[in-house]
């Protein structure tokens, strides 16, 4: 038993960190409709934590309002994390948001940080997932949308700001 529970946990985590899910899951789909204007949420109004982020997320309409998946953070050296599944235009699309204590990185925590600081991904168990980290340095972000569609790059690309930009 003892051999057979680290595989299990290796298949659970790389499972997770792939975004796989099965073909008979159905995923929230999010839209461009009504979405707020971005200087209509306020970046002030929300915590300076996971949960303040995704909430403000959630508000800018690029999170479905559920709650995330919590995730193996400590597995990156994070405080917390959180995985959404949606659709968008069609297309799958996996969000991932981890926090750091900066005052308290172990190991892990540094060399992930570096990692994506370096060269905009991680390596977690021989795969390689590409990141990005928010310009205060506190959160982590995986968004996997593999459209070539123009709608899901301009949605990336706006997600990604409103992320970096989050309690600079």
Do not use: W
């Amino acid at each position: 038993m003892k051999k057979i529970l680290p595989i299990i946990l290796c298949a659970a985590i790389v499972f997770s960190v792939s975004g796989c899910v099965s073909s008979g899951t159905q995923l929230t789909a999010l839209s461009t409709d009504n979405v707020p204007k971005a200087d209509s949420v306020k970046v002030k109004d929300y915590d300076d934590n996971l949960d303040g982020l995704e909430k403000y997320l959630k508000k800018r309409a690029f999170l479905p309002d559920m709650d995330g998946t919590e995730m193996s953070y400590d597995m990156i050296g994070a405080k917390a994390g959180h995985r959404y599944m949606f659709t968008f235009n069609n297309s799958q699309v996996t969000a991932e948001f981890y926090e750091y204590d900066l005052k308290n990185l172990n190991d892990e925590a540094k060399k992930t940080i570096e990692s994506v600081k370096k060269d905009g991904k991680f390596e977690l168990l021989g795969m390689t997932t590409e990141a990005t980290l928010s310009d205060n340095g506190k959160y982590l972000m995986v968004y996997t949308d593999n459209s070539g569609e123009e709608l899901n790059k301009t949605r990336k690309s706006d997600v990604l700001k409103a992320f970096k930009e989050y309690k600079k």
